[in-house]
Nanobody
């Protein structure tokens, strides 16, 4: 079992930056693939970025070149650096941990989410 706690969300003007953090604890979190998902009202969670246990990253087309996912296995931390933020980046961001890399399927362990609001 893995427990996840997100932090770092907030209110930011368009063009600004935020850094989300996810603290993982429990059973061997460094073996898990990790991801950030975003959810807006009335919509399903969508994948924003992912990183495997070996460090391979992948991004949604909408955030490529602006967001960077990283992990620090020594600290059991996962980060999402978000630059050049746009109003359409607004949503609740969830940290996810899983065995396997089928990121198009919603499963695994989830944090409670952190709200990101980008205003024009």
């Amino acid at each position: 079992q893995v427990q996840l706690v997100e932090s770092g969300g907030g209110l930011v003007q368009s063009g600004g930056s935020l850094r989300l953090s996810c603290a993982a604890s429990g059973s061997m979190p460094r073996l898990y693939a990790m991801a950030w998902y975003r959810q807006t009202p009335g919509n399903q969670r969508e994948l924003v970025a992912s990183i495997t246990s070996g460090g391979t990253t992948n991004y949604a087309d909408s955030v490529k070149g602006r967001f960077t996912i990283s992990r620090d296995n020594a600290k059991n931390m996962i980060y999402l650096q978000m630059n050049s933020l746009k109003p359409e980046d607004t949503g609740v961001y969830f940290c996810n941990a899983r065995m396997g890399t089928s990121f198009d399927v919603l499963y695994g362990h989830w944090g409670q989410g952190t709200q990101v609001t980008v205003f024009a």
